[in-house]
């Protein structure tokens, strides 16, 4: 009686998180959305310009930047020796501009409707690599709340199933 809908409840919890994780277009869009917000004026033809720092300020020669509308990549383009780097062609709205270590969302203005605080160049700046040691890969499937929660599913719905298919053939159905 009680088997299927236990078993749902498993599968859904195991397979649930999974098909969701699959169904992400672009990795860095969830990320970008955490950023503040800055606005800037493009120049004709839906010209961005920018340019690509470090920590120090230091211009970073040969980042690829990728800009997102929703979660289509719209262009991708490499930062010259001064860091710089420039877009055109893009409609005005909200963007995502990634970079290997770091990313912006922008809000982008034609040039008569952008607010006054707008900026004219969007700067960038790289965060520093993280570098991770001791990997254990049981360690990282285990820290996932996703696998926990399948793995609570699992260690509850067992014992619930045993039980209940005990009760059925002691009542004989």
Request: with cysteine; net charge positive; proline share 6%.
């Amino acid at each position: 009686r009680h088997r299927v809908p236990v078993l749902m409840a498993v599968a859904g919890m195991v397979l649930g998180p999974g098909l969701l994780r699959a169904a992400e277009l672009h990795p860095a869009a969830a990320q970008a959305a955490s950023g503040k917000t800055i606005d800037v004026v493009m120049g004709r033809n839906g010209l961005l310009t920018g340019r690509v720092m470090d920590r120090r300020g230091q211009a970073v020669a040969g980042t690829l930047v990728t800009v997102l509308e929703g979660n289509s990549v719209v262009s991708q383009v490499k930062t010259d020796r001064g860091g710089h780097f420039h877009v055109v062609g893009l409609a005005a709205g909200v963007h995502q501009l990634i970079t290997p270590q770091g990313h912006q969302v922008c809000r982008l203005w034609q040039p008569e409707a952008a607010p006054p605080a707008a900026v004219r160049s969007v700067q960038l700046l790289l965060r520093d690599k993280v570098v991770a040691g001791q990997y254990s890969p049981l360690t990282c499937w285990l820290a996932d709340p996703a696998v926990m929660a399948g793995m609570t599913a699992v260690l509850i719905a067992v014992p619930v199933a045993v039980h209940n298919n005990r009760q059925d053939r002691g009542s004989g159905s």
